[in-house]
T-cell receptor, first 115, second 109 residues
Framework: IAGITQAPTSQILAAGRRMTLRCTQD?????MYWYRQDLGLGLRLIHY???????GKGEVPDGYSVSRANTDDFPLTLASAVPSQTSVYFC??????????????FGPGTRLTVL | GQNIDQPTEMTATEGAIVQINCTYQ??????LFWYQQHAGEAPTFLSY????GLEEKGRFSSFLSRSKGYSYLLLKELQMKDSASYLC??????????FGAGTTVTVRA
């Protein structure tokens, strides 16, 4: 059982290019999340999905889009990358976002550099 | 938005005890989490508190006071492998999880 996998591990991207970060979980979790982590700012929520077919905006959604076609996959797309999107991106999943003891589990992260 | 504060850095000696404080202000409250994150790795779940009091799990304990908007993570019998960042996270009334910036703990021999 892999848990959560992310791809690529790292990427250097030219500004203006389109990029999709992939995230797959095999735990049959209903909820999935995308965070970015920057020095001194901690983890900030970009987008989330409570269940397949639904998505919602987090704290910093501008410049990013997501889709949730099935339970396992939750890709994050940067339509036209900008240098301020240089960050480490973590995907996470949890069983049920509205459950009291619901715990999020994180993937290994993608380090993205936009030049 | 949420406001979660924790110290930026702490240093302690191997075998000692360190207490990491976290204060928060949120709209609604549905639990407080502590995560550990080693450099270059993903955060991993350590503890969850939703009721006031102390939760003990081996060398790690976490305390919550909802009325004070306060929690701490206590690390006992420190080991070199405990050198990491410790993230305090609070779930608000809408079940959104907000993270503090993290406390980097350095354990010295």
């Amino acid at each position: 059982i892999a848990g959560i996998t992310q791809a690529p591990t790292s990427q250097i991207l030219a500004a203006g290019r389109r990029m999709t970060l992939r995230c797959t979980q095999d735990m049959r979790h209903n909820a999935m999340y995308w965070y970015r982590q920057d020095l001194g700012l901690g983890l900030r929520l970009i987008h989330y999905s409570n269940t397949a077919g639904t998505t919602g905006k987090g704290e910093v959604p501008d410049g990013y889009s997501v889709s949730r076609a099935n339970t396992d996959d939750f890709p994050l797309t940067l339509a036209s990358a900008v240098p301020s999107q240089t960050s480490v991106y973590f995907c996470a999943s949890s069983q049920d976002r509205s459950m009291g003891t619901d715990t999020q589990y994180f993937g290994p992260g993608t380090r993205l550099t936009v030049l | 938005g949420q406001n979660i504060d924790q110290p930026t850095e702490m240093t302690a000696t191997e075998g000692a005890i360190v207490q990491i404080n976290c204060t928060y202000q949120t709209s609604g409250f549905n639990g407080l989490f502590w995560y550990q994150q080693h450099a270059g790795e993903a955060p991993t779940f350590l503890s969850y508190n939703v009721l006031d009091g102390l939760e003990e799990k081996g060398r790690f304990s976490s305390f919550l006071s909802r009325s004070k908007g306060y929690s701490y993570l206590l690390l006992k019998e420190l080991q070199m492998k405990d050198s990491a960042s410790y993230l305090c996270a609070v779930r608000d009334g809408d079940y959104k999880l907000s993270f503090g910036a993290g406390t980097t703990v350095t354990v010295r021999a």
